[in-house]
Structures are given as structure tokens and as C-alpha cells.
């Protein structure tokens, strides 16, 4: 009898990476690439389309935020876990994904060493939690002070402040997220008023000492 393989779908809009993930993925017998894409609309229809187990979806993609994304996909197909792939540093974004439905986390530099155990992990219906982001996760539990400032951007908004506190400018920003000058100009305005901050070095400061950014 054939066993049952775990169906996944890849969302990632570089072509050289997703073919390095179906590259690990087709060396065990045990899961199936039905399906890839390389941006927020195409994941959404495609988590819609498919009766994946599984999706591996970037957190950074070229037309909308992987936190917004992964919001659209657990509306339409609840089942599937999203196992988000992220260059970000762990803890901040990894904890902001869980929250927003994410089954995992992992970092892309880690993924050749532990995709196969992420996936067949969530596709337990499990968490894949990293010790990192684990630690960031104990030490929001049972904690009676205000959430920190920054939980109260939304989710462009926060990966707008940590593109800034990478030392992006406004314009490198835009054309990094094919979005409008403006439009970011605005999303920085708001994180300014937010988190009452004056200019990008405060955001910058702020973003060190809470380890948003390294």
C-alpha cells in the first residue's frame, strides 16, 4: 500500500530559490510538489485551487506583505499550514506570523538543513518553532506590562520600520515592495505618530534595542 504523500505548495518569487526548495523537497519519498507561484495573488488562488497539506510561503514578496497573504489564505482554505520562509531575523516576524495564523517559521538559511522535518511537522498539525523563537514566545507569556510599541503597527507598517532601521531609504523601500513613494512616506508617517518618534535615526534606535533589527 502507497503511502500517502504530503502534497505542498511553493510560493516564492525568486526562481533560483524555488527550485533549490524542490530541489531538498524531491529527495524524500515522502512529500509531492503540486503547485508554485511567485506572489501574494497567485498563493491565495492557489491555496484555493489545490488540496495541499502544506504551503511554504515567503514573507516577502514582490506585491503584498507574507503576513497579509497568509491572513487571505487561511480565509479560503483553512486547513493548509503555512510554513512562512523569511531572510528576517526569527523571533519579531516569527512571532507576528503565529499570531496571524502561521503553522511554522523558519529562516531561509536554515531551510536545507530542516525543511523536510518543518513540513512534516506542520503537516501534523503542529507548530514548528525554532529555540528562538520559542525563548521570544516565553517571554511574552504571563507578562503584565504594555505590549511593546511596535505591536501596534500593522503589518506593512512593521516591515516598513525594519527596512528603515536596515538603513533603506524611502525610495529603496518603494522599489522594493513595488509600491509609490508616497505611499511609503505615509506608512512611515504613521509609524512616527504611532510609536512618537521624531525622525528614521530614532526609528532606527528603537529597532536595535528591542532586537527588531541586528
Known amino acids: 500500500m502507497a503511502i500517502k504523500k504530503i502534497r505542498v505548495i511553493v510560493i516564492d518569487d525568486h526562481d533560483i ?28 488562488q492557489l491555496a484555493f485551487k ?5 504551503m511554504l510561503l515567503d514573507i516577502s514578496l514582490p506585491d503584498k506583505n507574507g503576513v497579509e497573504v497568509l491572513k487571505q489564505i ?18 519579531q516576524y516569527a512571532v507576528r506570523a503565529l499570531k496571524a ?18 513540513i512534516k511537522t506542520v503537516a ?6 525554532t529555540p528562538e523563537v520559542a525563548l521570544t514566545l516565553a517571554d511574552q507569556v504571563g507578562v503584565d506590562e504594555e505590549k511593546p510599541i511596535h505591536e501596534l503597527l500593522s503589518d506593512r507598517e512593521f516591515q516598513t520600520l525594519t527596512m528603515i532601521a536596515s ?14 513613494v508616497k505611499t511609503v512616506s505615509m ?7 504611532k510609536m512618537n518618534l521624531r525622525h528614521n535615526a530614532e526609528i532606527t534606535h528603537y529597532a536595535i534595542k528591542n532586537k527588531i533589527v541586528e
Open 50 to 54: 489545490h488540496k495541499a497539506d502544506v
Open 74 to 91: 487561511k480565509k479560503v482554505n483553512p486547513q493548509i499550514a503555512v510554513l512562512m520562509l523569511s531572510m528576517h531575523r526569527e523571533d
Open 187 to 193: 506608512y512611515r508617517s504613521r509609524i512616527l505618530e
Open 17 to 44: 530559490l524555488r527550485e533549490g526548495l524542490k530541489q531538498i523537497l524531491g529527495e524524500t519519498n515522502a512529500i509531492e510538489v503540486v503547485a508554485e507561484g511567485e506572489n501574494g495573488v497567485e498563493a491565495v
Open 167 to 180: 538603513g533603506l531609504t524611502v525610495g529603496d523601500i518603494a522599489l522594493k515592495l513595488n509600491l509609490s
Open 124 to 129: 501534523k498539525g503542529k507548530k514548528y518553532i
Open 101 to 118: 495564523g502561521a503553522a511554522g517559521y523558519l529562516s531561509k538559511q536554515k531551510a536545507s538543513a530542516e525543511l523536510v522535518m518543518a
